[in-house]
């Protein structure tokens, strides 16, 4: 039987796994018939390489083989785990697809699928812990320029970089591993090799910072240290500056539940009306101030938006506001910029504002949902609705925005702010204007959202759309924004 060798470098990459792979497929080389090899590795056999070889120029099937976008997924997730045999494991799978067996990934009992399966898992985990537990620290002398330091256990600096680049894209930094380094440079990120823990600073000024905002935010009665093992690996616990603080944290945890117990019990709360579908409502042992509750929800990961998105976009407006607005989502601009209500429907916004003679800077801006949702199109990001799921996960930050502000009158900007204030089911085309008293009296009405009236065409209804905007709004008129 003739021997093969492929070689694969990197050998995380997809890209040089499927050349290979569809080169052996073509010269029909059976799975057992091939080396994978990689870096400086020999073959044990001394087969002769397929690649640069006659056997490459004139393969003798031509004919592609297709694959299912699933299968192409899971290679490209088992290609980054250290496991030498995924090579061999992932080409195997593949010649058996080409060879009939078509609908191999649904068979759950298959034992390369559930290789496969347990090494893609393994390689997203790794991944998950990357994004958690990165942690930079600033170059002494350099201006916005980042390091961290950080041990994977498999190959994921090249997947993982990416979610870094559009997180913090407006700094300079490098992420060092023993085996490869991703670099930002605030334009394009690049890849190299290995780094040294000491080539990364061990500490900078923001620890300190960090250290207190996390002692702020760590919340005694949600405390699992099960759970917190599970999650957090105590060889994580090296780089992460909150790490010294979490035995003291963990011991104080009862007495704390405790002093909240009687807090409680001495001040009532207000009632946040919640709807029936609501995710819980901010307790006491939420942040205590405006400012808190912002910094926690910068670190907020109750659904998956926030991970394709650049930042949490709180609300912004005096504390004292008697008036605040609730639009959707952030947009483009909002995610990029931070800020609530900055891009055109922001600007719509303020045009109508200004008519009606009410000061912006009185009033306090927020959204239902804190995250941009969007599909990419090309390099395009178009926003895409958030599902109620969305809006309950994020209900509580609103409402303790709601709590800590207190404001007189409620205004719901669309149909998505008017579920999260009203709850499901609220028509608003039937209900627009109208006041309603919630639970714990604040007054509330709703009323279309500027983008709304961005997207209506034709000659008249652009301006009946503004128009039923201004009209709604001109209740605000009479109300002192302040208190
Ligand atoms: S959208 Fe809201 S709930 Fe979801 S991650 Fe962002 S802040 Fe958290």
Same mark, same amino acid.
């Given at each position: 039987?003739?021997?093969?060798? $492929?070689?694969?470098?990197?050998?995380?990459?997809?890209?040089?796994?499927?050349?290979?792979?569809?080169?052996?497929?073509?010269?029909?080389?059976?799975?057992?018939?091939?080396?994978?090899?990689?870096?400086?590795?020999?073959?044990?056999?001394?087969?002769?390489?397929?690649?640069?070889?006659?056997?490459?120029?004139?393969?003798?099937?031509?004919?592609?083989?297709?694959?299912?976008?699933?299968?192409?997924?899971?290679?490209?997730?088992?290609?980054?785990?250290?496991?030498?045999?995924?090579?061999?494991?992932?080409?195997?799978?593949?010649?058996?697809?080409?060879?009939?067996?078509?609908?191999?990934?649904?068979?759950? *009992?298959?034992?390369?699928?559930?290789?496969?399966?347990?090494?893609?898992?393994?390689?997203?985990?790794?991944?998950?812990?990357?994004?958690?537990?990165?942690?930079?620290?600033?170059?002494?002398?350099?201006?916005?320029?980042?390091?961290?330091?950080?041990?994977?256990?498999?190959?994921?600096?090249?997947?993982?970089?990416?979610?870094?680049?559009?997180?913090?894209?407006?700094?300079?930094?490098?992420?060092?591993?023993?085996?490869?380094?991703?670099?930002?440079?605030?334009?394009?990120?690049?890849?190299?090799?290995?780094?040294?823990?000491?080539?990364?600073?061990?500490?900078?000024?923001?620890?300190?910072?960090?250290?207190?905002?996390? &002692?702020?935010?760590?919340?005694?009665?949600?405390?699992? =240290?099960?759970?917190?093992?599970?999650?957090?690996?105590?060889?994580?616990?090296?780089?992460?500056?909150?790490?010294?603080?979490?035995?003291?944290?963990?011991?104080?945890?009862?007495?704390? $539940?405790?002093?909240?117990?009687?807090?409680?019990?001495?001040?009532?709360?207000?009632?946040?009306?919640?709807?029936?579908?609501?995710?819980?409502?901010?307790?006491?042992?939420?942040?205590?101030?405006?400012?808190?509750?912002?910094?926690?929800?910068?670190?907020?990961?109750?659904?998956?938006?926030?991970?394709?998105? =650049?930042?949490?976009?709180?609300?912004?407006?005096?504390?004292?506001?008697?008036?605040?607005?609730?639009?959707?989502?952030?947009?483009?601009?909002?995610?990029?910029?931070?800020?609530?209500?900055?891009?055109?429907?922001?600007?719509?916004?303020?045009?109508?504002?200004?008519?009606?003679?009410?000061?912006?800077?009185?009033?306090?801006?927020?959204?239902?949902?804190?995250?941009?949702?969007?599909?990419?199109?090309?390099?395009?990001?178009?926003?895409?609705?958030?599902?109620? *799921?969305?809006?309950?996960?994020?209900?509580?930050?609103?409402?303790?925005?709601?709590?800590?502000?207190?404001?007189?009158?409620?205004?719901?900007?669309?149909? =998505?702010? &008017?579920?999260?204030?009203?709850?499901?089911?609220?028509?608003?085309?039937?209900?627009?204007?109208?006041?309603?008293?919630?639970?714990?009296?604040?007054?509330?009405?709703?009323? $279309?959202?500027?983008?709304?009236?961005?997207?209506?065409?034709?000659?008249?209804?652009?301006?009946?759309?503004?128009?039923?905007?201004?009209?709604?709004?001109?209740?605000? $008129?009479?109300?002192?924004?302040?208190?």
């Amino acid at each position: 039987m003739a021997r093969w060798s $492929v070689r694969i470098d990197p050998p995380w990459s997809l890209q040089a796994w499927r050349d290979a792979a569809r080169l052996a497929l073509r010269h029909a080389v059976a799975p057992e018939q091939l080396d994978w090899l990689h870096g400086e590795e020999a073959s044990l056999l001394d087969a002769p390489s397929l690649q640069g070889t006659d056997a490459e120029a004139g393969a003798p099937h031509d004919a592609p083989t297709y694959v299912a976008k699933v299968f192409v997924e899971l290679a490209a997730t088992c290609l980054c785990h250290r496991d030498p045999q995924r090579l061999s494991l992932l080409y195997r799978m593949l010649w058996r697809i080409a060879h009939g067996e078509r609908s191999l990934l649904s068979n759950p *009992t298959d034992p390369d699928v559930l290789r496969a399966m347990a090494l893609s898992q393994a390689v997203r985990r790794d991944s998950h812990k990357m994004k958690a537990f990165v942690r930079f620290r600033e170059v002494p002398g350099q201006q916005d320029a980042f390091i961290a330091w950080f041990e994977p256990e498999h190959h994921i600096v090249d997947r993982v970089a990416p979610f870094f680049a559009r997180r913090f894209a407006g700094m300079r930094w490098a992420i060092l591993t023993p085996g490869r380094s991703a670099h930002w440079d605030g334009q394009a990120l690049s890849f190299g090799p290995g780094g040294r823990q000491s080539d990364a600073p061990t500490e900078d000024a923001r620890e300190e910072l960090w250290r207190t905002y996390y &002692a702020n935010i760590f919340n005694p009665a949600r405390l699992n =240290t099960r759970m917190m093992q599970q999650e957090m690996p105590a060889k994580y616990w090296k780089h992460l500056p909150e790490a010294t603080l979490l035995p003291q944290l963990v011991r104080d945890a009862g007495d704390r $539940v405790q002093e909240m117990h009687d807090r409680q019990a001495q001040a009532p709360r207000r009632r946040i009306p919640v709807p029936a579908t609501g995710a819980p409502a901010v307790t006491d042992t939420a942040p205590a101030t405006l400012g808190a509750l912002r910094d926690a929800a910068s670190a907020c990961r109750r659904c998956p938006l926030w991970e394709p998105a =650049t930042q949490t976009v709180f609300g912004e407006g005096p504390p004292n506001a008697s008036i605040m607005l609730v639009g959707e989502q952030p947009g483009d601009s909002e995610d990029l910029s931070g800020h609530p209500f900055v891009g055109p429907a922001g600007q719509l916004l303020d045009r109508a504002l200004r008519e009606l003679g009410i000061e912006r800077s009185a009033l306090y801006l927020t959204n239902a949902v804190k995250h941009f949702r969007f599909e990419r199109r090309g390099k395009r990001r178009i926003h895409s609705k958030p599902q109620l *799921t969305h809006v309950n996960a994020c209900r509580p930050w609103l409402m303790g925005e709601i709590e800590k502000v207190r404001p007189q009158v409620i205004v719901c900007l669309g149909a =998505t702010a &008017a579920t999260a204030v009203f709850g499901a089911g609220f028509n608003l085309m039937a209900n627009h204007g109208r006041w309603h008293v919630l639970d714990d009296a604040t007054r509330a009405f709703a009323t $279309v959202h500027p983008s709304w009236v961005l997207r209506q065409t034709g000659d008249e209804a652009p301006g009946n759309a503004y128009q039923l905007l201004k009209n709604d709004l001109q209740q605000l $008129v009479e109300i002192k924004p302040t208190r």
